[in-house]
């Protein structure tokens, strides 16, 4: 028997805390529990007593022979090739009704034609075919500018999965300053189940950046919280994105309060905004670095552990997000197809154009450069992530951010970690 690898140990208030960022396990450990690490750290042999069975069971011991990087790294292959499911994020339009100076959407025009919205359903009738499930993500620009394509394209997609038997989920990432209750009823009609709205702090900030385009001096945040109340009122559920930058950061108190106040405080959580496009260099001065954005995010934690909301937890994962994963995909209005949304609406970082494909299975016979390196990235290939104790929680961060400086960009658990870990304590006490 010999400890983990992916063991994290923390003292607090006298106390020894263990964490396994690989089973997320957190222990407060005993003397006899500390003799036995202690133990099997000097390669004595021990007894495989109830004590020692259980701290194997939540991983903080393991076989003398297990290769836990080896374990890892292939579940993560497993995962990233799976064929459990088809994952679309679709903007039916690349238009956009606001102006926010750190995107580079919605100066795009147009909607998704007939035609291409025929040959996403082509495309999606055949995985479901063959039993896949079905995950759709409208997006944009802003996608309700484009709704009765929505509509239209929800009504075919569902009745496709009810044929096949396939399980079929949707969500929307919005601006939110469109709803209206007929519009939420109409998304909850067709299945809709989930939707990310963002917010920029506090409305005097909100205002200054997410501003309408057509008409830059009228307020958008009362009228966009009031609507996420209404799409929580009728039972969607509502991911509110608080974007992160160092405006936001010395206002979250208040915000916090104010969502509270509003029942929304357990919908809350950030986003680091990173200027990580050609277009939002210039806000650039006033994002946070990893390292900030981590400080951030743990006192947030602290702010919501005070106030008896629900705190967040690291969590393992196999794969970081869909660009990670084989059969997911993001397709613009013009039918072009990424890997990452971070990528759309530019060209060059196409993988391809959806239209040209007389079969789907040619995107991967002859996949061009931008597939192949998201396709081929992994954190195994770089040593500080092979050596890392938070592999699990992270398995090398973002991938599009990674591939922009060259190696895997840490997540924020790496600088704040222990602060979580010593939550979870109080929280238990």
């Given at each position: 028997m010999k400890e983990s690898?992916?063991?994290?140990?923390?003292?607090?208030?006298?106390?020894?805390?263990?964490?396994?960022?690989?089973?997320?396990?957190?222990?407060?450990?005993?003397?006899?529990?500390?003799?036995?690490?202690?133990?099997?750290?000097?390669?004595?042999?021990?007894?495989?007593?109830?004590?020692?069975?259980?701290?194997?069971?939540?991983?903080?011991?393991?076989?003398?022979?297990?290769?836990?990087?080896?374990?890892?790294?292939m579940n993560y292959n497993l995962?990233?090739?799976?064929?459990?499911?088809?994952?679309?994020?679709?903007?039916?339009?690349?238009?956009?009704?606001?102006?926010?100076?750190y995107c580079f959407e919605g100066t795009q025009k147009g909607i998704m034609s007939e035609e291409?919205?025929?040959?996403?359903?082509?495309?999606?009738?055949?995985?479901?075919?063959?039993?896949?499930?079905?995950?759709?993500?409208?997006?944009?620009?802003?996608?309700?500018?484009?709704?009765?394509?929505?509509?239209?394209?929800?009504e075919q997609l569902i009745e496709i999965c009810q044929r096949e038997k396939v399980d079929y989920e949707a969500g929307m990432i919005t601006n939110g300053y469109l709803l209206d209750e007929e519009t939420v009823l109409k998304l909850k009609e067709y299945k809709l189940s989930s939707m990310q709205i963002t917010l920029d702090g506090l409305s005097e900030t909100h205002n200054k950046k997410r501003k309408l385009k057509n008409n830059s001096e009228v307020p958008t945040f009362d009228r966009i919280l009031e609507n996420i109340?209404?799409?929580?009122?009728?039972?969607?559920?509502?991911?509110?994105r608080i974007n992160m930058d160092k405006d936001t950061q010395r206002e979250?108190?208040?915000?916090?309060?104010?969502?509270?106040?509003?029942?929304?405080?357990?919908?809350?959580?950030?986003?680091?905004?990173?200027?990580?496009?050609?277009?939002?260099?210039?806000?650039?001065?006033?994002?946070?670095n990893t390292e900030e954005f981590a400080c951030v995010c743990a006192d947030f934690e602290n702010l919501l552990f005070s106030k008896n909301l629900q705190?967040?937890?690291?969590?393992?994962?196999?794969?970081?997000?869909?660009?990670d994963y084989l059969y997911s995909y993001v397709i613009d209005a013009d039918g072009e197809m990424y890997k990452c949304w971070n990528d759309i609406g530019i060209k060059a970082n196409s993988i391809g154009n959806i239209c040209a494909?007389?079969?789907?299975?040619?995107?991967?016979?002859?996949?061009?450069?931008?597939?192949?390196?998201?396709?081929?990235?992994?954190p195994f290939k770089?040593?500080?992530?092979?050596?890392?104790?938070i592999l699990p929680i992270c398995m090398g961060g973002c991938q599009y951010n990674g591939r922009q400086a060259g190696e895997p960009i840490c997540e924020n658990w790496k600088y704040e970690l222990e602060k979580y870990i010593k939550l979870k304590c109080d929280a238990f006490n």
């Open positions: 690898r992916y063991n994290i140990s923390v003292e607090h208030n006298g106390k020894y805390l263990m964490f396994n960022s690989r089973t997320i396990a957190t222990a407060v450990l005993d003397r006899p529990a500390l003799d036995i690490l202690d133990a099997v750290r000097q390669g004595i042999e021990i007894e495989k007593t109830d004590l020692v069975k259980e701290m194997k069971r939540v991983g903080f011991l393991v076989d003398d022979d297990a290769d836990e990087l080896q374990q890892l790294e995962g990233k090739y799976e064929k459990d499911g088809l994952g679309l994020v679709i903007a039916p339009t690349m238009a956009c009704n606001f102006v926010c100076p291409l919205q025929n040959k996403i359903i082509s495309i999606v009738s055949d995985f479901a075919e063959n039993g896949q499930n079905i995950n759709i993500t409208w997006f944009g620009g802003e996608p309700l500018l484009a709704k009765e394509t929505i509509y239209s394209m929800s109340l209404l799409v929580k009122k009728l039972k969607i559920d509502v991911a509110i979250l108190e208040q915000l916090l309060e104010l969502m509270t106040e509003n029942g929304l405080g357990e919908d809350l959580y950030l986003g680091h905004l990173q200027a990580n496009t050609d277009s939002s260099k210039e806000f650039a001065e006033n994002c946070l705190t967040d937890y690291p969590a393992p994962t196999r794969i970081g997000c869909g660009a494909l007389e079969e789907f299975s040619q995107l991967m016979q002859n996949p061009n450069k931008n597939y192949t390196e998201y396709l081929t990235w992994s770089f040593e500080k992530c092979r050596e890392c104790s």
